[in-house]
């Protein structure tokens, strides 16, 4: 009797961790369908998913890899991008007593070094292909009500269509981890700015509110809404929602499958 309570405990737990999340995903797929491509003659709306996929080597290295796309409300998919990156975890001591969507989120210092690629369709106005480098640094910082600050310091070594455009990306990350009976989540605001060093294009600067909900230790979910604008709010912005999902794989997990099996 007291093994079927823990197995009609446990599904139902697991049950309503899905409901939740099909409660988050939704009204933002509803609206991203629902309404027109453009609110003003300046800005546009758009929807982003993406799939995120992280293995871990050990306590200090890590790969991950991503494919992100952009679709126009009233449009199809306007480009999209591939990535793969290794993680390096520095000063692994302080640790927050609240949990994370992301368990990796506990080092100090953060050092990735990566390569992208991104394209648009041939038949827009103004197709491209991107091919990039990138290096990035990201400090954290653990403060009063358990939150945790990330300042992030990411410079990309760009060649668009064959013409070197460095960019330099700035981004400050305030986020805060909870937990309760049926499931861990982590609720995060950042800003981020985008400035072009070697172009005539103008700075971008991202304001951004999301959370992360963690299905499994393999799978998280994540939603967050985007509002971007070029140099001021009279130039033209992008309203955006982020649909992400993520996916962790740890070596040793892989490992001890293996021998299991054996």
């Known amino acids: 009797m007291y093994r079927s309570t823990n197995l009609i405990k446990t599904f139902f737990n697991q049950d309503l961790v899905f409901i939740i999340i099909l409660f988050i995903s939704l009204p933002s797929t509803v609206q991203c369908q629902g309404q027109d491509s453009v609110m003003t003659p300046t800005t546009r709306q758009e929807l982003w998913p993406e ?4 293995y871990r080597l050990n ?4 790969l991950f890899g991503y494919y992100s796309a952009t679709k126009l409300k009233t449009s199809s998919y306007t480009d999209g991008g591939l990535s793969i990156n290794l993680d ?5 001591i302080w640790r927050n007593s609240k949990p994370r969507a992301d368990s990796t989120r506990g080092s100090l210092l953060w050092f990735r070094g990566g390569f ?3 394209h648009s369709p041939h038949d827009v106005e103004k197709p491209f292909k991107d091919y990039t480098i990138v290096t990035e640094v990201s400090a954290r910082f653990y403060l ?13 070594w760009r060649w668009r269509n064959g013409v070197f455009q460095s960019r ?6 305030v986020e805060r981890g909870f937990e309760t009976d049926f499931l861990t989540f982590t609720v995060y605001t950042y800003g981020e700015y985008f400035v072009n060093m070697n172009t005539e294009n103008p700075d971008v600067f991202r304001l951004a509110l999301g959370w992360e909900v963690k299905a499994s230790k393999h799978l998280s979910f994540e939603t967050y809404f985007v509002h971007q604008f070029e140099g001021s709010f009279n130039s033209l912005s992008v309203n955006a929602v982020g649909l992400a999902l993520k996916l962790y794989f740890n070596k ?8 299991k099996r054996s």
């Not at 330099?168 to 990350?173: A, D, I, S, V």
């Not at 040793?252 to 021998?259: E, F, I, P, T, V």
């Open 116 to 118: 992208s690629y991104s």
């Open 59 to 62: 306590d200090k290295f890590r």
């Open 88 to 92: 390096y975890f520095a000063l692994p």
């Open 51 to 54: 799939i995120d996929a992280y």
């Open 252 to 259: 040793g997990d892989l490992l001890g499958s293996k021998n």
């Open 144 to 156: 009063p009500w358990e939150m945790l600050l990330t300042q992030r310091n990411r410079f990309e």
């Open 168 to 173: 330099y990306r700035p981004k400050l990350t």
